[in-house]
């Protein structure tokens, strides 16, 4: 029980970090379609940076590039969580209740994905992590105290 203990408390702080990456690496081309026309399936004129596409494609493209580099992970995945909350209650939720019906399943796995990183910041595996090595703050990612513990 100890061996699956201690991989758990190993493997679960990087896992997090490979999730983080893989989550951001995807959200930025919603981003990029958005400002850049880039993947889009109909490349459009860039959006004006005030208007509310120009702005969820900020926030989509270079919060999407914070959260896959780890830095500012939790202030930044708070705010990403929050605009996939807010996309989806205005432009999918008033067109039916069910997220796949309304096809608002991914704002909303966008939305808790970034929620849980707002929380467990961004895993071993990030700039912040490597800021924070040198001080002596607490990492409340997964397991962390359990390793803590175990140590």
Known sequence: MSKLNSFTFKWAPRLLSVLRVMIA???MQHGAQKLFG???AQPAAAPSLFSIV???GVLEFFGGLL???GLFTRPVAFILSGLMAVAYFTA???QGFWPVKNGGELAVVYCFAFLYM???GGGTW???HVLRRGKRLPDFGPASHEVRKAA
């Open 25 to 27: 690496f995807l959200f």
């Open 118 to 120: 707002a929380v467990a």
């Open 92 to 94: 999918h939720a008033p």
């Open 54 to 56: 120009g702005i969820a």
């Open 126 to 128: 990030s700039l912040d």
């Open 67 to 69: 959260i896959l580099l």
């Open 38 to 40: 880039f993947l889009a």
